[in-house]
Each structure stands twice: as structure tokens, then as C-alpha cells.
């Protein structure tokens, strides 16, 4: 059976379900294939993100963190909660729900936009046509015409040959958000965004663990002076950080896993129970393309686009995970919009300059543009002011003072260049630094900038301050 789009979206992650709505709302008439299916066999809309990623993880990362706040904060408070417990059967029914509510909304979004949202496995033809094959019926192809076609199929886990996922002692980032019960021991291979937000998680609740970070530099595509900071406060946390380790084996036992690996001090081995595989993620495109359809990859499997998001295949598109740029669900969302409002004939851009990153942490971890030491390689005269959450009153009152904002100005324009928080909220607080980057403020505008009193953003208004040192409630140096 063949059917006709204006508009083919295949995948509906972050990148490939926002595309399709908004193409469904600027006049075409649009269809968005997935093949998603989770652990009870249903199929969900929200692809790694809603599903195995980013919802699932947060909704644990603050279960886990009222947790920890009941043993290590609230007697500051005065408040008495006895010997608090941890049911992890609640707490995974609670993130479930949410997932459930969120997955359903895109089937409802989908509905009332009118787009066809279809359930099947979509691969790219050389003529130019998309063949779907019926996720629950590998027998049943049907094959989709349409003017447009958006490639967007996410990315998966990078696997490692001298540690299989097994899904049960040996597990991807997703096996790490299903576990029934808190590891005793847990190991952690990568020290990246993925490994410190479930290390932290099941920290929190019981777990020894020990992540085995193969770079010498802790989170170094982050600030370093942020990432040093963030470093000590882990290790009070008790996240046992190894950096420049180098797992070299795996073996398993019904007893555990004995995790191999090299350091600058030679040789070493740990134990474990679980362990958590976290080294990076690739483009899914595995089956995507008919040999022939025109559609590049580089070197690493990432498909080939332009500033907007084209293949050079006429009217093909690819967004999200699948191409440059940072593997972040905010970054494939706005391509989408933007190469929906392309489709559409419309002027449409991307600011990649200011794209926002984040660690779920706590504290949190979040920067926008450049870091100090991109500076000083790409030899940039700048400026830079910094205050500590410890002089921030409201963030004292939240026993929360550990951290910095850290702002970057061009030494003679003024221009913030790149902003850095550590801290309470660092999430929510770095959306001002976006406006201002974007906008192409100056610290001064910031400066400028009415901060209501007391918050956490106060916090940023001082930093800005501190830049030209002018810092009112900390010592300028």
C-alpha cells in the first residue's frame, strides 16, 4: 500500500516528533514513523529521550536527591525523620508514570495537529520513497511518497567489544534506569553527563561507586575551573572518580564482575555487581538508508548536512543525534523547527553558538559558548568575574551554597562569550545567559539587570559585576 506526505519525519524523538508538528502546523500534511518499543512490548512515541534518557533520568535524579537530602539536610532544618528507607519499586512506578504521561501527550499532540503517526521501522529508498515496515508484522511493508523526508532516528549506546551489555549485570544507560533494587557495588564506565547523573542516582541511594573516566581531565569539554570545583564536591559526595583509567576487561561471575583497567600507577582491578557501560552514543542509522539514495555519512557515521540541516539530496533532511553538534534533545528540537519552517518556505535559522549544556547533578553543572580554555587556544583577549553560591543568601537558606557562576566577557567589546555555572538550579538560571548571548549582551547589560532579591540569579548579576570588579557582596580580585 503506498501513501503520499507533503512531509516524512522518520523518528520520533525530540528532533523527529517537534519537525513534525511544527510542519503540521505550517500547512503540510505530515507523517512521523517510529519503531520505538519499551520493555512491556508497547509502542511509545518521545524515542530515547522520554523513554530511556532524559525523563526517565530526572524523574530518579530527584527521587533520589529528596533522598539524600532526608539523611544529610533536613536535621539543619530542625525536621526529624527517623531512619528513612528507599522503595525502589515506588520510586521506578512514579518515573514510569511520568514517562507513560509524557509519551501518551505526543500521541495526543500528534492527534490534534493532525499528524499520521505511524509505528514501524522506516528506511530510506534510492528512489526517493520511505518503506515502513510494520513493527509487529515484519511481513507487512507499506511504502510512504512525500515531497520532504526528515531523517531522524536518534542515537544508541555506544557497546564495547571487552564489556557486552547482557541487560542484566553488564547495562546501558537504560538498563541503569529499570534496576529493582540498589546495587551494593556499582561500577561506572565513562565520566561524562550519562555516567555522573546515574552514578549520582544510585550514590544517593546506597550504591559504593566507582566511575572509571579514561580521560585525565575531569569533564573536559566543560570550564575547568567549574569542572575542578564540581570535582571536590563529588569527592565529598563519595563518588569515587578515577580518572585516566582505561578498562582493558570484564569478567563476569555469579558472585559479581571484576572490572580491568590501566592507570598512570599501572594495573588495577575492582569489584562490582553492576555494571553501568556509559562511553558515548552513536547515530542510529543502522538499516536507514538503501544503498544509493545519495545520503553521506563522515567518518564517524554522522550523516552529512549543511547549515540547515540538508543532505544535498534534494528535499532530504536530517536533524538530532544523526548529524554534528552536540547529542542534546533542545539542540534536535530547534533544527526541527527550523527545517519545518524551511520546508514551509519560510526564513529559518539556528544559533549554534548558544546551545545551553547540562549535568543533572547536584549541585548542577550548565555553560553556554565558549570555555576558558578555548579562549586562550584561539587566542581571545577576555575578561572574567565569578562569584560563590556561599555569598548567595537564598542560597544558603536552601543549604545549597556549594558552586560559582563564572561569566567570560571580550576584553574590549564587553560581549559575554561564555557563561558557567556550578550550582543550585544551574539548569534553570543558565536560560538568562542564553537570552543574553543571543542578544549578544555585554556584562554590562547584565549589570545593569534588575535581579530580584533574594535569589539564585542574584548569583549571576554579581558575577557580572565581578567581570569589570565592581562586585558589590564579594572581594573583587
Known amino acids: ?14 528532533a523527529g516528533y517537534v519537525c513534525a508538528i511544527r510542519a ?15 520493555p512491556d512490548g508497547k509502542h511509545a512515541f518521545g524515542g530515547t529521550c522520554l523513554n530511556a534518557g532524559c ?17 544529610h539536610e533536613f536535621t539543619a532544618h530542625g525536621i526529624k525523620v527517623g531512619n528513612a528507607q528507599m522503595d525502589v519499586s515506588v520510586m521506578q512506578a512514579r518515573k514510569s508514570k511520568i514517562v507513560s504521561s509524557l509519551t501518551g501527550g505526543i500521541a495526543a499532540l500528534f492527534k490534534s495537529n493532525n499528524v499520521t503517526g505511524i509505528r514501524g521501522t522506516a528506511r530510506l529508498l534510492k528512489n526517493g520513497s520511505v518503506e515502513v515496515t510494520d513493527s509487529d508484522d515484519p511481513k507487512k511493508k507499506d511504502i510512504l511518497e512525500a515531497k520532504h523526508i526528515v531523517l531522524a532516528p536518534g542515537s544508541e549506546p555506544v557497546e564495547l567489544k571487552i564489556a557486552p551489555f547482557d541487560r542484566e549485570q553488564v547495562v546501558d544507560s537504560w ?35 566507582t566511575i572509571l573516566e579514561a580521560m585525565d581531565n575531569f569533564l573536559f569539554m566543560a570550564d575547568q575551573q567549574i569542572a575542578q570545583a564540581a570535582a571536590r564536591e563529588f569527592k565529598k559526595q563519595q563518588l569515587d572518580i578515577r580518572l585516566g583509567a582505561k578498562v582493558t576487561g570484564v569478567d563476569k561471575s555469579k558472585s559479581g564482575i571484576s572490572v580491568h583497567y590501566e592507570d598512570k600507577d599501572g594495573k588495577h582491578d575492582i569489584e562490582v555487581d553492576k555494571l553501568i557501560v556509559a562511553v558515548g552514543r552513536r547515530p542510529a542509522i543502522q538499516n536507514l538508508l538503501e544503498d544509493g539514495s545519495g545520503v553521506k555519512l563522515d567518518q564517524r557515521g554522522f550523516i552529512q548536512v549543511d ?41 529559518a535559522e539556528m544559533n549554534y553558538d548558544v546551545i545551553p549544556s547540562i549535568i543533572y547533578t547536584w549541585p548542577e553543572i550548565a555553560w553556554v559558548g ?25 542560597a544558603k537558606a536552601m543549604e545549597a551554597a556549594a558552586g560559582m557562576v563564572k561569566i567570560l566577557a571580550q576584553a ?38 534588575i535581579h530580584a532579591h533574594p535569589t539564585l540569579s542574584e548569583a549571576m548579576h554579581e558575577a557580572s559585576l565581578a567581570v569589570d570588579k565592581r562586585a558589590i557582596h564579594a572581594i573583587n580580585r
Open 24 to 38: 503540521a502546523q505550517n500547512g503540510l500534511k505530515t507523517a512521523c514513523v517510529d519503531n520505538w518499543k519499551n
Open 175 to 209: 538498563g541503569a534506569l529499570e534496576f529493582a533494587a540498589t546495587p551494593k557495588r556499582l561500577g561506572v564506565v565513562g565520566g561524562g553527563v550519562i555516567g555522573l547523573e546515574l552514578g549520582s542516582v544510585w550514590q544517593r541511594l546506597g550504591s559504593q561507586v
Open 55 to 71: 525523563i526517565p533520568s530526572k524523574a530518579l535524579l530527584e527521587s533520589s536527591e529528596m533522598f539524600r537530602k532526608t539523611q
Open 412 to 449: 574590549d567589546t564587553d560581549e559575554i562569550l561564555g557563561v558557567h555555572i556550578f550550582g543550585p538550579m544551574a539548569s534553570e538560571m543558565i536560560a538568562e545567559a542564553v537570552i543574553a548571548m543571543e542578544f549578544r549582551a555585554s556584562a554590562e547589560d547584565i549589570q545593569r539587570t
Open 370 to 394: 565558549k570555555t576558558e580554555e578555548e579562549l586562550k587556544k584561539q587566542g581571545v583577549k577576555y575578561k572574567s568575574g565569578g562569584f560563590p553560591f556561599a555569598a548567595n543568601g537564598r
Open 1 to 14: 500500500m503506498s501513501q503520499s506526505f507533503d512531509v516524512v519525519v522518520i523518528g520520533a524523538g525530540p
Open 307 to 347: 547549515e540547515e540541516c540538508h543532505t544535498g539530496v534534494k528535499n532530504i533532511w536530517a536533524i538530532g543525534d544523526c548529524v554534528r553538534g552536540p547529542m542534546l534533545a533542545h539542540k534536535g528540537s530547534e533544527e526541527g523547527v527550523m527545517v519545518a519552517d524551511l520546508m514551509a518556505g519560510k526564513v
